[in-house]
């Protein structure tokens, strides 16, 4: 299968990303390994941390069999984007929504999501090639946003982050979500150094979205 519509494919059937701001490698990759424990489908490594771009080295080869996806988050411009990649990033994410951005990542086949919180942003987004839109700020716009949006746009393709949590999860995926990306809310337990700990969120993350699924 095309390497682009696996990565898909995988964030779709798991239905969660986990965000992570992680101040170093080993940190990243303890998370991450909790992460892959619990179920979740894709990791984001935002670019707010520094040396992001070697985190992203480090995670890509460690696991380089694809049993988790390494992705890069708050990704601003197309130049961070190519870094991105380079560092061997499978899928970009934004906060906004940047064209130059969709566009680079089209160019090399790289799975794009762009942060929108408008309906007329996430139109522009998906004309320009999005292949799904973040609903950026979740917890400004929350679970009844998507609702509404899926009025008019039933085949827009969103992903919420921010807002999350395990008390409404199942609501943002029967409103009409494919996926969720969640940060403190799961990665928690990385500050105290109980990375068990975000293997059970996890866990309960995953549970929660199988059971919206299937109601």
């Given at each position: ?64 069999s694809g049993e988790i996806i390494i992705g890069a988050g708050t990704v601003l411009d197309p130049e961070t984007a190519r870094t991105a990649i380079l560092a061997g990033a499978q899928y970009i994410v934004s906060p906004s929504l940047n064209f130059e951005t969709i566009k680079l990542c089209n160019r090399y086949q790289v799975p794009v999501m762009p942060g929108c919180m408008t ?97």
């Amino acid at each position: 299968m095309h390497q682009k519509v696996e990565i898909l494919r995988k964030i779709m059937d798991s239905g969660l990303v986990a965000v992570v701001r992680a101040e170093n490698p080993e940190k990243a990759r303890k998370i991450a390994d909790a992460c892959l424990k619990g179920g979740v489908a894709a990791i984001e490594i935002t670019f707010t941390v520094p040396g992001a771009a070697d985190v992203i080295k480090e995670l890509t080869s460690i696991y380089k069999s694809g049993e988790i996806i390494i992705g890069a988050g708050t990704v601003l411009d197309p130049e961070t984007a190519r870094t991105a990649i380079l560092a061997g990033a499978q899928y970009i994410v934004s906060p906004s929504l940047n064209f130059e951005t969709i566009k680079l990542c089209n160019r090399y086949q790289v799975p794009v999501m762009p942060g929108c919180m408008t309906i007329k942003e996430i139109v522009e987004a998906m004309e320009a090639g999005a292949d799904v839109i973040k609903i950026f700020p979740g917890e400004t716009l929350g679970p009844g946003f998507i609702k509404a949006v899926k009025g008019p746009l039933p085949q827009a393709p969103l992903m919420p982050t921010g807002g999350v949590s395990l008390d409404n999860v199942g609501q943002w995926i029967k409103n009409g979500c494919l996926a969720v990306g969640v940060g403190g809310n799961l990665t928690a337990g990385a500050k105290t150094g109980d990375y068990e700990s975000i293997t059970e969120v996890a866990q309960q993350f995953i549970a929660k979205i199988k059971e919206a699924r299937t109601k």
